[in-house]
């Protein structure tokens, strides 16, 4: 079946470095991504969100970018915090619907 | 702002017995959700409803039962809890009116022993 996986399962970065998270995702026909964090013991929190007819967007800090010729999805987080340590974790679905597929998540570590 | 609630936040209990977890929401979104979360797999979809009375069955239903007689209420029940139901249930909640993203409530733990 379709899925959506990350290529790395820890990530550790110093503070004030930027930090790139990664994900591949294997339906083609997916046109909205989102990405998400999920702080320990707390639900997860809509960081930013791409459409499949944009291949970057820019938040606070985040951008995603969209490579839709290898299906793959990254967050790059601009001068990593310590309160960025988190699981963050890619969404995907067709049509713009509501069935999302998630990824498993990757932990970041923030070192001082 | 109150958003969507989830209680109990943590629940342990024996096999074989029912279990409720209760989701309110505040928004008046149209969809909600309930996943589980286990390690080694993403959210997992077990069951959503688009509106009021109207429920579907996502990836992993078995085991569960839901019902959505008002729209700001979705709760989920367990009705014979079995240990592979161990895990945090997230539930969620969207308007595709404005906007496809799901919000999550801050889950609850349920153990089955």
């Known amino acids: 079946g379709e899925s959506v996986g990350l290529h790395l399962p820890t990530l550790s970065v110093q503070e004030g470095d930027n930090s790139i998270i990664n994900c591949a995702y294997s339906n083609s026909a997916s046109d909205y991504f989102i990405w998400y964090k999920q702080e320990s013991g707390k639900g997860p929190q809509f960081i930013i969100d791409i459409r499949s007819n944009m291949d970057k967007r820019q938040g606070q800090r985040v951008t995603v970018l969209l490579n839709k010729t290898v299906k793959h999805l990254s967050l790059q987080i601009a001068a990593t915090q310590p309160g960025d340590s988190a699981v963050y974790f890619c969404a995907e679905t067709e049509n713009y619907g509501q069935n999302f597929v998630f990824g498993p998540g990757t932990r970041l570590s923030v070192l001082p | 702002d109150a958003g969507i609630t989830q209680s109990p936040r943590y629940k342990i209990t024996e096999t074989g017995r029912q279990v409720t977890l209760m989701c309110h929401q505040t928004w008046s979104h149209s969809y909600m959700f309930w996943y589980r979360q286990d390690l080694g797999h993403g959210l997992r979809l077990i069951y959503y409803s688009a509106a009021a009375d109207i429920t579907d069955k996502g990836e992993v239903p078995d085991g569960y039962v839901v019902s959505r007689s008002k729209t700001e209420n979705f709760p989920l029940t367990l009705e014979s809890a079995t240990r592979s139901q161990t895990s945090v249930y997230f539930c969620?909640?969207?308007?595709?009116?404005?906007?496809?993203?799901?919000?999550f409530g801050e889950g609850s733990w349920l153990t089955v022993v």
């Open positions: 969620a909640s969207s308007d595709p009116s404005s906007g496809n993203t799901i919000y």
